[in-house]
Nanobody
């Protein structure tokens, strides 16, 4: 599946952004989805994941309570709502898809994900 991430930008600390990940070329409902991020000079880190069915989710401790992952299978799109943004959230955000046989399974390991979007830059100023 091909993924196109969008919605990044420059925002002040405390602000909000909503990232979108549009999928094409595959059966979107058969993929678990996730967001990862990579700050300059750092490794790519897990942010949030959602199951095929959209019911099961999990988050990195650093974003829990501030970010919400969701998906609209009818529109082949996943989302990441980011509230109360902090300067340490500054990074390139990538969406990823993993084909899954299980409706409720979620994955936090990057190696599980076979398809990746191009990334969208999020910059949070203090």
């Amino acid at each position: 599946v091909q993924l196109q991430a969008s919605g990044g930008g420059l925002v002040q600390a405390g602000g909000s952004l909503r990232l979108s990940c549009a999928a094409s070329g595959g059966y979107f409902s058969s993929y678990a989805m996730a967001w990862f991020r990579q700050a300059p000079g750092k490794d790519r880190d897990f942010v949030a994941a959602i199951s095929r069915g959209g019911i099961d989710t999990t988050y990195a401790d650093s974003v829990k309570g501030r970010f919400t992952i969701s998906r609209d299978n009818a529109k082949n799109t996943a989302f990441l709502q980011m509230n109360s943004l902090k300067p340490e959230d500054t990074a390139i955000y990538y969406c990823a898809a993993a084909s899954s046989l299980y409706v409720s399974r979620i994955y936090v390991i990057a190696d599980v994900y076979s398809d990746w979007g191009q990334g969208t830059q999020v910059t949070v100023s203090s």
